[in-house]
């Protein structure tokens, strides 16, 4: 399509009174789900951009200028619902053994990988050994999130029956718990873990962080089908924004691998 003249399009916009402010090439929004995950999103229905999650939104958004990715604020609860009926594009960071099994979504490795690892409190002659067994421990654990041990049933009454589990909404909370000795082992989110202990020199000291990890998971995007921007497009962003380091710069801080992207998964439809 041919592109009229500056001038006339200046003499149409003052005809008919009015400035257009939004030029018809204007990128697509793409609104991405945000619910309470540290460090990946912070809160972020309280209008906080913190986390890492802006941090990649504004690194996809300087790549190119097709797609603007803006953050829409959701729960871990509501994410699943909201994501079905189309209120987000896309939710990042996630993982199709969370309770996606049933919701149709497309998805793309976004070559990332952390994993949920065991904390006790470090006493003397206490070994790695102390975490083959959470049968007999008393647990803290974060409120609504998967735990393979549990064979990923993150039912907080089933956790807190068959585990002894003490569920919570922070992990700075479950830390401090086993630094006081009211529970005996916490489950943190690696990257998380390295946050905390990094601003926290006295629970640093305090704690045994296992060899073993709960389970080691690839985040993934999971793309709401036929919705603004496609899987490939997607990927080969991801892509971009590793070969120039962008993602390693972001990420490798909190201990987060950057790994080489699985291809593009074929649409889930239940």
């Not at 995007?221 to 590793?242: C, D, S, V, W, Y």
Request: glycine share 6%; with cysteine; net charge neutral.
């Amino acid at each position: 399509m041919k592109c009229l003249p500056v001038c006339i399009v200046r003499s149409l916009m003052l005809a008919m009174g009015t400035i257009v402010l939004t030029p018809v090439w204007a990128a697509q929004e793409v609104r991405v789900g945000a619910a309470h995950f540290p460090p990946y999103t912070v809160r972020p229905e309280c209008g906080v951009d913190t986390g890492l999650l802006p941090q990649l939104l504004e690194a996809l958004n300087q790549l190119q200028s097709d797609f603007h990715f803006v953050i829409t604020p959701t729960s871990n609860a509501r994410r699943f619902r909201e994501f079905a009926q189309g209120r987000v594009d896309m939710v990042l960071f996630e993982n199709p053994a969370w309770g996606w099994q049933g919701i149709a979504h497309d998805r793309v490795d976004m070559g990332l990988q952390d994993a949920e690892v065991f904390v006790a409190k470090r006493q003397p002659e206490r070994q790695q050994s102390y975490f083959d067994d959470i049968a007999s421990k008393r647990l803290a654990l974060f409120n609504g999130y998967h735990y393979a041990f549990a064979g990923f049933n993150a039912s907080p009454q089933y956790l807190s029956t068959a585990f002894q589990a003490i569920l919570t909404y922070s992990h700075e909370s479950n830390l401090m718990m086993v630094v006081r000795g009211r529970v005996d082992i916490a489950l943190i989110t690696r990257s998380h873990l390295a946050d905390l202990l990094q601003h926290n020199a006295q629970a640093k000291g305090q704690v045994m962080v296992s060899d073993r990890t709960d389970y080691i998971y690839r985040h993934a995007a999971l793309l709401r089908p036929h919705g603004p921007i496609t899987p490939q497009a997607f990927a080969q962003m991801m892509e971009a924004l590793r070969e120039n380091g962008r993602l390693t710069e972001i990420f490798a801080p909190y201990n987060v691998a950057v790994v080489a992207q699985e291809p593009v998964r074929e649409a889930v439809v239940p």
